[in-house]
């Protein structure tokens, strides 16, 4: 018999690309609620509530906006159903999470050849795969020669690429995407809920998709938002798709939205979870309390002085996320990287490694906007490097991060 005792979790300090610091309301929000099923008035007002709030964070009109139960990647596979087998399609990869998303759009674009040839990694010849290299930003340049050769029905990027902590450029990929007549799509996963800015603005974009647990910082495990144009979802009421779970038309209905209209109350689609809409809800209130424009520009703030930390012990940061700053060792400790981080994280610091190659050490602030917490990840990165025999002053390196968040 497996008699296991009760799982307990220790408290750490998250401090990588992601989930981020998920904030004590969110935690009671969802732990101080009534048992009430999925259907209960309040639950339903409170997933009505959230979408108007998502489309706020988003800054869009867009009715088809709500969240698609579970993790980023169920987001993503929402906006990635609109491909169906044969589909022409061009994306962009510059690191781990564009290459992912690179593999689910070729799951969907290949016919049952194709998928049977290579079922883990199929390579269906119309889906063309445009590499730039980690640490390299994807720019208009480069979208707008890869789509005026190819002419595809749909474009794909990460608008920052969490893997090597590179912002590339939606701007450029919007116009491209108009340029050539091709419907753009954007995994705003690590961008949303830490840029200010307002997906409206780019209207050759159609399809958005982010997670719960980095800007948005719902970790216990809610919704990732999405957000689609009349013209994406027209896609799916023309040509359908093959999911029924993550089918905008079917999974918005619980939202409130049927037949591209608000309604005041959803319907049935799946079983929600109250206490999960309760603390999605609340990270929302949080968010938009704290004001996108703010936070913004606190992420700004907060990454530089943490970058400048960093650089001062000999790191050299390669990435130009404001969440998050990917760095590599200075030169004689190259490839101690996984040791240093593994360091880090038994001691309960949440740093991670990038995970794809080449190794580097991806620092994130996600809810980490306070001076204490900022001084504490550097303090603790400061000690680690030290105890690995990096030289440096400690003591005048602090002093310097005191007056600046002062
Ligand atoms: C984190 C991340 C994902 C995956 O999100 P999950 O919540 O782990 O499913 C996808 N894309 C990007 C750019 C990410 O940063």
């Known amino acids: 018999m497996s008699n296991f005792p009760e799982l307990k979790i220790p408290h750490t300090l998250a401090a990588g690309p992601g989930p981020g610091n998920t904030d004590p309301r969110v935690l009671a929000a969802f732990a101080n609620?009534?048992?009430?099923?999925?259907?209960?008035?309040?639950?339903?007002?409170?997933?009505?509530?959230?979408?108007?709030?998502?489309?706020?964070?988003?800054?869009?009109?867009?009715?088809?906006?709500?969240?698609?139960?579970?993790?980023?990647?169920?987001?993503l596979d929402s906006i990635h159903s609109a491909i169906l087998p044969g589909d022409k399609v061009v994306v962009f990869v510059?690191?781990?999470?564009?290459?992912?998303?690179?593999?689910?759009i070729r799951m969907k674009a290949s016919s049952v050849a194709d998928l049977a040839a290579n079922p883990m990694d199929p390579q269906p010849a119309n889906v063309i795969t445009v590499n730039v290299p980690h640490g390299q930003s994807v720019t208009g340049e480069i979208v707008e020669a890869a789509l005026a050769e190819h002419k595809p029905m749909f474009a794909f990027m990460a608008h920052w690429e969490t893997g090597s902590g590179r912002i590339n450029d939606l701007q450029g990929f919007n116009d491209a995407c108009l340029k050539n007549n091709a419907m753009g799509m954007v995994d705003a996963v690590s961008s949303l809920g830490v840029e200010n800015f307002n997906i409206d603005d780019f209207p050759g974009v159609g399809m958005w998709a982010s997670c719960p647990q980095k800007g948005i910082l719902a970790l216990p495990l809610?919704?990732?938002?999405?957000?689609?144009?009349?013209?994406?979802?027209?896609?799916?009421?023309?040509?359908?798709?093959?999911?029924?779970?993550?089918?905008?038309?079917?999974?918005a209905r619980h939202w409130g939205v049927v037949d591209g209209k608000d309604v005041a109350a959803g319907t049935y689609h799946r079983t929600h979870s109250a206490y999960a809409v309760a603390s999605y809800h609340e990270a929302l209130r949080l968010l938009l309390q704290h004001g996108r424009e703010q936070k913004a520009a606190d992420y700004v703030a907060c990454e530089k002085v943490l970058r400048e930390a960093v650089a001062a012990m000999g790191c050299d940061v390669t990435s130009?996320?404001?969440s998050l700053i990917v760095l590599n060792l200075p030169g004689e400790?190259?490839?101690?990287?996984?040791?240093?981080v593994g360091n880090c994280r038994a001691a309960g610091f949440g740093i991670w490694p990038?995970?794809?190659e080449p190794v580097q050490i991806r620092i994130g602030i996600l809810n980490q906007l306070t001076n204490a917490s900022l001084t504490d990840i550097i303090n603790r990165f400061a000690d680690a490097m030290q105890v690995m025999g990096v030289k440096f002053d400690k003591a005048s390196i602090m002093a310097d991060v005191a007056k600046k968040l002062s």
């Not at 259907?39 to 969240?67: C, H, P, S, W």
């Not at 510059?94 to 689910?104: A, E, K, V």
């Not at 023309?238 to 999974?251: A, D, K, N, Q």
């Open 320 to 322: 130009n996320m404001t």
């Open 94 to 104: 510059n690191g781990t999470f564009s290459g992912i998303d690179c593999l689910s």
């Open 333 to 340: 400790f190259a490839g101690r990287e996984k040791e240093l």
């Open 354 to 356: 990038t995970l794809s």
């Open 222 to 251: 809610t919704y990732a938002p999405v957000s689609f144009t009349d013209k994406a979802i027209e896609l799916f009421k023309t040509r359908g798709c093959y999911s029924f779970t993550h089918s905008p038309l079917f999974e």
């Open 33 to 75: 609620q009534g048992v009430a099923d999925h259907m209960q008035a309040d639950v339903l007002r409170g997933m009505v509530e959230a979408k108007i709030m998502l489309r706020e964070v988003f800054g869009t009109k867009n009715v088809y906006t709500f969240g698609v139960a579970g993790t980023g990647w169920s987001g």
